[in-house]
């Protein structure tokens, strides 16, 4: 991999990277609250509460975030064609947003018997519309600032929607308890609303006045992807909700708690390098993919940083399940122990497969884009029903593999078709290096928990050398200069020159 693409995907990765580490230490303390307020059965509700906010916000928004990446993306270094596309996105979130929350909330008695198994959660779902329309709106900005590659203000507004929405939702669990999961619950996208307008009403745009005729176009293009995005998206939110009702009602609340803090992990901690990249990749990408040899480079670089950079934080969780969920949770959860590490080789796959899927998004692969993760979501879903009465809690777990393991070979697939992929000898060696480590860990943990955790940390240890190493290049002269004190860390003396 080139030293000037590895410095490239670093840079955007540091800026959002610090964002996203920011919001993990915040997401922490708001996680280790709710879990020592509320409890397993809490947890739970939170979780399927954001989930629902998460599946209506997918239906309603159309997927408007994606199109208002590619749409701003697509005017180039033209200012007042951005500016255009920015208000036709804006305007087009406002509409999407009101009518997502009058549906849910007019629909509310059904959702609530269909999903929470009671009707007498209609009151929660009806003000779960406002968490839905503020989601809406909040993804259209940010998939403005992502167009515009607006790096500090995507990671400045990120941190700033953590902060009010971790502090006034904790409070409300300090003060009124359960009865605050509600509030703690919508805090959450209204703040990430309320950032993400300020910083897109800084950007450095012209301002566009509203012309139909210029709007046109973006809302034809809204309309033309939107509903395979839309579509596409809702089977991974939806699918999610389904597995949650599934653990609901067959396992009990408190068993959907430990399912809860095993996804907070994978998503909220392992996760973050993924959102850390996807702002700078996807405009990228998009770029790209006028050139086919392009675009493969691109991939193979995106591929190799992410498992690069992911792989230490795989194994070490996998080899410290226990001691994260009481870190990150209490001792109550130490169940999920089993049930994380089977998130977390899924989330192996997720991450490979993971830039790859960029392409039919890049390439307005709509239909395609639809059929592959409906695919993936039906996976999950089947596999979890199917699993469920012998397995347990971790038969979401195996399900979750099962379905990156498809989505993987899928997106592999297609990219070769589309643009001619094919796996770079660095990232095979990558993936080998990441995947056998993985594979040691989990047989090392059968023959024993400290065993298992000893290997586990010495080779998550062995892969943040080589993460170095072949990174080392790409880093700031200061990071090596302070690298090059650890005697045999790096494989040359660039930083002391």
Not at 186 to 213: D, E, M
Not at 240 to 248: G, Y
Not at 366 to 379: D, H, N, R, W, Y
Request: hydrophobic letters at 55%; charged letters at 10%; one cysteine or more.
């Amino acid at each position: 991999m080139s030293s000037q693409a590895q410095r490239t995907i670093l840079r955007a990765t540091s800026i959002m990277g610090g964002a996203a580490a920011a919001n993990v230490i915040i997401g922490v303390a708001r996680t280790k609250a709710a879990a020592l307020i509320l409890g397993p059965a809490g947890v739970g509700l939170v979780g399927l509460f954001h989930n629902l906010i998460q599946t209506a916000g997918t239906v309603a928004g159309f997927g408007i975030g994606n199109v208002g990446t590619r749409q701003v993306a697509e005017a180039g270094d033209d200012a007042a064609a951005q500016a255009v596309a920015r208000t036709a996105m804006v305007a087009a979130a406002v509409v999407l947003a009101l009518l997502g929350g009058v549906v849910l909330l007019a629909l509310r008695r059904q959702i609530a018997t269909s999903v929470l198994g009671d009707a007498k959660w209609a009151y929660a779902v009806g003000w779960l519309s406002l968490g839905a329309a503020a989601l809406v709106g909040s993804a259209a900005l940010n998939g403005i600032l992502m167009g515009l590659r607006q790096m500090g203000a995507l990671a400045r507004a990120s941190i700033l929607s953590a902060l009010l929405g971790t502090g006034a939702g904790v409070a409300a669990l300090l003060v009124w308890g359960q009865h605050g999961i509600l509030p703690y619950v919508l805090l959450s996208p209204l703040a990430a609303l309320l950032a993400s307008a300020w910083f897109v009403r800084r950007t450095p745009l012209p301002r566009a006045g509203f012309q139909l005729s210029a709007m046109a176009p973006h809302w034809g293009m809204l309309g033309r992807l939107g509903l395979a995005f839309t579509i596409g998206s809702l089977a991974g939110t939806a699918s999610q909700l389904v597995v949650r009702s599934l653990l609901q009602r067959h396992l009990g609340a408190d068993d959907l708690g430990q399912y809860q803090a095993a996804v907070g992990i994978s998503l909220n901690y392992i996760g973050f390098i993924l959102m850390a990249m996807a702002s700078d990749y996807y405009p990228r990408l998009t770029i790209a993919m006028r050139d086919p040899r392009e675009a493969v480079s691109t991939i193979n670089h995106q591929a190799e940083v992410a498992l690069l950079l992911a792989g230490p934080v795989l194994v070490g969780t996998v080899a410290l399940a226990p001691v994260a969920l009481h870190l990150l949770y209490s001792s109550k959860f130490l169940a999920a122990a089993d049930l994380l590490r089977w998130q977390i080789c899924g989330d192996f796959l997720k991450i490979a497969g993971w830039p790859l899927g960029f392409v039919l998004l890049a390439g307005g692969r709509g239909k395609t884009f639809v059929g592959v993760e409906s695919i993936a979501g039906l996976v999950l879903v089947g596999a979890t029903a199917a699993l469920l009465p012998r397995f347990g809690v971790e038969a979401a777990g195996m399900a979750y593999v099962a379905m990156y393991l498809v989505y993987l070979g899928l997106v592999w697939i297609l990219a070769r078709r589309l643009v001619g992929f094919v796996f770079a000898r660095g990232l095979r060696l990558v993936l080998a290096s990441v995947g056998g480590a993985l594979a040691v860990t989990l047989l090392a943990l059968q023959w024993s928990e400290r065993v298992g955790a000893a290997v586990g940390a010495g080779l998550a240890a062995a892969l943040s050398v080589f993460a170095i190493r072949v990174l080392q290049d790409a880093l700031p002269l200061p990071v090596t200069r302070l690298l090059a004190r650890v005697p045999g860390l790096l494989r040359s003396q660039r930083a002391t020159q």
